[in-house]
């Protein structure tokens, strides 16, 4: 990783362990490795993340999931369930 990036633990939502990058300047092709370990078990996976002149023409949280009725993020939805 880049000196200049900053990795930062945000708070777990829905069980999942969270965390934000963030970088003053973002080349147009970077890969983002991350391992983490669970029952003394390492796992590693490999991300692709494209900087702004490469994502140009591709839709935006396209992937994200959203609640259908009021189209906020399903961890970040405040509709009353049931
Ligand atoms: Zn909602």
């Known amino acids: ?21 963030q970088a003053p300047d973002v080349p147009d092709r970077n890969q983002v490795e991350v391992s983490v370990t669970t029952n ?24 994200v999931p959203t609640c259908a009725k009021c189209h906020a993020r399903v961890e970040a939805c405040i509709c009353p369930q049931g």
């Open 1 to 21: 990783m880049p000196d200049n990036w900053c990795v930062k633990r945000l708070r777990p939502a829905l069980g999942q362990t969270r965390f934000l990058i």
């Open 40 to 63: 003394g078990e390492q796992r590693t996976v490999s991300f692709v993340i494209l900087g702004p002149e490469e994502a140009k023409g591709y839709p935006a949280g396209v992937n």
